[in-house]
């Protein structure tokens, strides 16, 4: 039986951006960035001392979508 020792390993690609690209990516603020860092919304890694980075999956993933109510007014209209 031979072992896959050396094979390589599948490891979830992460895209880290700063708070500014975050933002810009997320259509929002800095502020609100770190604001849902703070809040334990969004998890931040830290890169250094002073550099914060987040997974721009996380940004994602804070998304929600707001229900509407289109079909009921369509017919409305009629």
């Known amino acids: ?6 094979a390589p390993r599948k490891t979830p690609t ?3 951006a700063s708070i500014a690209d975050a933002a810009d990516y997320a259509a929002c603020s800095g502020k609100t960035i770190r604001r849902r860092i703070a809040d334990g919304t969004i998890p ?3 890169f250094g001392k002073r550099s914060l980075r987040v997974d721009l999956a996380d940004i994602d993933g804070a998304l929600s979508p707001i229900p509407t109510a289109a079909i009921g007014h369509a017919r409305r209209g009629r």
């Open 1 to 6: 039986m031979t072992t896959r020792a050396n």
């Open 14 to 16: 992460r895209r880290l």
């Open 44 to 46: 931040a890694y830290r």
